[in-house]
Structure formats: structure tokens, C-alpha cells
T-cell receptor, first 113, second 115 residues
Framework: GESVGLHLPTLSVQEGDNSIINCAYS??????FIWYKQESGKGPQFIID?????DKRQGQRVTVLLNKTVKHLSLQIAATQPGDSAVYFC????????????FGAGTRLAVHP | DAGVIQSPRHEVTEMGQEVTLRCKLI?????LFWYRQTMMRGLELLIY????????DSGMPEDRFSAKMPNASFSTLKIQPSEPRDSAVYFC?????????????FGDGTRLSIL
């Protein structure tokens, strides 16, 4: 939605704990979803993706869950490390289009030792 | 493997000057996206190319902005004349198109400051 400035929600976790970042997506027609990580001074980095015919996908230390009924996406990071500190974006796309990505506002993950 | 390469990493110039940002796609990718990121508006898509052809330029702010792909591996984004409100981080991203949705891979951006 529209906002004057972007105030990123922040998730603070202790090193070694598991992190869960949640996201509500907007378009019920979206059928492809990606999580990106952006560290300070760098571009968004691809973490993991999931298509709408799945409800769970696992990578290395990360798991993405998709609930199409309530249009909800989550990213779980196991054993969070200081290097995981970044802004995380959930992104939706529609395969009937040209792969145009719709970025959310992002969530800042702060990992404390 | 080399990722998306952008240059320069930082650019500071006075308003009214021409600015040219450069991007080299990942080898084998055929789609190119230019984005702009600001604190106020987040990440915005400016323009999308597929196989060197501009497909969607609806995000280009105004005629002062132009983008080209002189070949399959390289793109430029030009601002002429530049204005202070153009200050932002500009990213390009590339992907493989034609095989369903594929993730876009981003460069590390050009931080542009117009004084």
C-alpha cells in the first residue's frame, strides 16, 4: 500500500535461535514467490523460491512455507547467524506475465550475539 | 561465475549533468531489469528488456530517463539532465526468460547522488 516513507519492521533474534519472517502477499493470482536477502551496500540476493503448486520448500538452513488460502508466505532460518543480519524481501510474481516481481517493503533481521 | 556487474559503484554529480549507469548481464541470460531503490519508495522497477527489446518501460519516471541494450550482454541507463530527486541506488538484474518464472539476479547497484 501507499506510505510516506518506509518503516521496516524489525525482527531481533539471538544467535543460534531460529528465525521466522512472515509476509502477506497481495495478489491472489500470484503463483511464484521468492525470498531475497539484502545486506547493506549490496543488491538483493536470491535465497529460495517456491511455486504455487507447493506449500513447502527447503534449502540450506532455510525453509519457505506458502499458504495460498490466506495469502501468506514465511521464511524460516535455522540456527540464525550474525551473517544473516539483513533486510529480507518477500516477492510475488505471476507466471502469466513476464516475470515482473512485486517487492514487499522488507523486514529487517537483527541477530545479536 | 561472474554475477551481474554494475558500474560505477558510486556517482556524485551536479544537477543538470548527464549520468550514465552501466550493467553487464550474467552470461546466457536474456532478460534485463533496471530498478531504483529509495528509502521513501522502496524498490521500483523502471524498465524491462527481453532479448534486447524493451518490453515494459512504464516505470521510467519521465523523458529524462532512457535505457538501451546495444548488445545481448550490456545495458545503459541514462539520465539527462539529472536532478536532485534522482538520487537513489540503481540496480540492474538479469534472468533467463522463456522457461517459466525464474529468479532475477541483481548487481550491487550504483549509488547516485545529484547535488
Amino acid at each position: 500500500g501507499e506510505s510516506v516513507g518506509l518503516h521496516l519492521p524489525t525482527l531481533s533474534v539471538q544467535e543460534g535461535d531460529n528465525s521466522i519472517i512472515n509476509c502477506a502477499y497481495s495478489n491472489s493470482a500470484s503463483d511464484y514467490f521468492i525470498w531475497y536477502k539484502q545486506e547493506s551496500g549490496k543488491g538483493p540476493q536470491f535465497i529460495i523460491d517456491i511455486r504455487s503448486n507447493m506449500d513447502k520448500r527447503q534449502g540450506q538452513r532455510v525453509t519457505v512455507l506458502l499458504n495460498k488460502t490466506v495469502k501468506h508466505l514465511s521464511l524460516q532460518i535455522a540456527a540464525t547467524q550474525p551473517g544473516d543480519s539483513a533486510v529480507y524481501f518477500c516477492v510475488e510474481a505471476f507466471s502469466g506475465g513476464y516475470n515482473k516481481l512485486i517487492f514487499g517493503a522488507g523486514t529487517r533481521l537483527a541477530v545479536h550475539p | 561465475d561472474a554475477g551481474v556487474i554494475q558500474s560505477p559503484r558510486h556517482e556524485v554529480t551536479e544537477m543538470g549533468q548527464e549520468v550514465t549507469l552501466r550493467c553487464k548481464l550474467i552470461s546466457g541470460h536474456n532478460s534485463l531489469f533496471w530498478y531504483r531503490q529509495t528509502m521513501m519508495r522502496g524498490l521500483e522497477l523502471l524498465i524491462y528488456f527481453n532479448n534486447n527489446v524493451p518490453i515494459d518501460d512504464s516505470g521510467m519516471p519521465e523523458d529524462r530517463f532512457s535505457a538501451k541494450m546495444p548488445n545481448a550482454s550490456f545495458s545503459t541507463l541514462k539520465i539527462q539532465p539529472s536532478e536532485p530527486r534522482d538520487s537513489a541506488v540503481y540496480f540492474c538484474a538479469s534472468s533467463i526468460q522463456g522457461y517459466g518464472n525464474q529468479p532475477q539476479h541483481f548487481g550491487d547497484g550504483t549509488r547516485l547522488s545529484i547535488l
